[in-house]
């Protein structure tokens, strides 16, 4: 492709030393520059590409994207800002894949990736098949192999390449994907024309980021924002921040909305909880369906009722998506059971709500005779307001805490821990292991066989970020090896 076709979406400042030169790929890392690429120099947190671009040009790339002007001997397209550039750059350049597929955008602080499983479960059970895009990678299918993903959602190269491979290879017209927050703010996902947008939920996250949870609504409602006329819009009304974003939605919008405790158009009622998973009515409007999940929690009926209300703006068969949904168990590191005799759970929940949400869900299943014991820690480089909150609730919901370590990157986990200590009303009854593995030994030493243990915070992860290395470790792995459990219970 030519440079000026390439950059023909793209707010061009100015062209330096300029030729129309042909382009072979997009990249922004000059150790994976090869001949005949573009090199956007993109501005991280901790490096500047425009300091690699020299090493790009040797490495073969023909042309530059800066925000300034270079002394180097290749054209330069000069942007105001390379980050929000290279999404339009990767679109023309894989000639705008989303165009020809319906591409369904899950956005929320908690929800997205099980949300967008059941989406891509729902789909496949209606007879057409659907890709899924998230925190887990890409998959073509349901019963396909996970591709590696880098962020819940890819730069936009990664992102736009991956759309190609999966309109054009796999022949698949049905996208189910998770939306960061980040990447909306960052533009990872510029040049997508999504055609549906769900809203699982908004709950204090990233703050660390974002500073505000105003500045925080304001990035999620940039995917609403991309909406037009016949697409479509799925709401949880439940949530506080519900209304607002009902109002950013263009005219023209098509609005569907889910809830349990609102006047939504896909509600549930008489819900029940058991070790066996949780079990309600449906009302929509072309009738009320009973529904037994595998799944548990209350937040998996609001995941459960996000998925069908998508099912019911697309027109697809109520019932049949019901009995596609009702024998699953949910996604790795999500309320998945690795242990029975004690219970131990482990989640991904990361942030209050998720913490919230998890322990109440675990507390509807812990017998009356029995604890409810919680283990969890907090990520280093993130928002740190968030860490008492999380001790309080832990707190209040559980019977015995054991607060650990859990990502600390740069940050010394003992300081991360005095964070989430401050929470507590008493620290009396507290046990502090900054070892994520002895902390979880301990659990043999305090659960009784009825009991119900909680991992939460890092779910399927299989590594732990420290500061000067990353390492393996899987809750699940260490659970099932202090409880002499085989994989598949």
Known sequence: MNLSELISEVNVKEKYNFEDVNIEGISYNSKTTKKGDIFVCLRGEHVDGHN????????????IMCETHLELNVPQIIVASTEQSIAPLANVFYNK?????????????????????????????????????????????????????????PQAPELQHTLTVIKDEAKINYVSMEVSSHSLVQNRVGGCQYNCGVFTNLTQDHLDYHVTMDRY???????????????????????????????????????????????????????????????????????????????????SVYNVLAALTVAYSYGFDIEKSIKILEPLKGVA???????????????????????????????????????????????????????????????????KVIVTSDNPRSEDPQQIITDILTGFKSVNDVVVEPDRGKAIEYIKELAKNNDVVVIAGKGHEDYQILKDRTIHFDDREEARKVFGVTVGV
């Open 217 to 299: 609504f304001d990035a999620k409602a940039l995917l609403f924002k991309r909406l037009g006329t016949n697409d479509i819009a799925v709401i949880n009304k439940d949530d506080l921040w519900a209304d607002k974003l009902i109002s950013t939605l263009a005219g023209g919008v098509k609005l569907y909305t889910y809830g349990i405790k609102t006047d939504a158009d896909i509600k549930a009622k008489n819900i029940t909880f058991s070790p066996k998973g949780v079990s309600f009515e449906c009302i929509t409007p072309k009738g009320t369906y009973p529904i037994n999940l595998s799944m548990n929690g209350m937040f």
């Open 52 to 63: 690699f671009a020299e090493n790009a040009v040797t490495a073969g790339a023909v042309a």
């Open 97 to 153: 894949p989303s165009k020809d597929i319906n591409l369904i955008g899950v956005t929320g602080t908690n929800g997205k990736t099980t949300v967008t499983h059941l989406i891509q479960r729902i789909i496949e059970a209606n007879d057409k098949p659907c890709a899924l895009i998230g925190t887990l990678g890409y998959k073509l299918s349901s019963n396909g192999e996970y591709k590696e993903a880098k962020h819940t959602t």
């Open 333 to 399: 590191g999500r309320f998945e059971i690795v242990v029975h005799h004690p219970l131990v759970i482990v989640d991904y929940a990361h942030t209050p709500d998720g913490l919230e949400n998890v322990l109440k869900a675990a507390r509807e299943i812990t017998p009356k005779d029995s604890k409810l014991l919680c283990v969890f820690g907090c990520g280093g480089d993130r928002d740190a307001t968030k860490r008492p909150k999380m001790g309080a609730i832990a707190e209040k919901l559980a019977d």
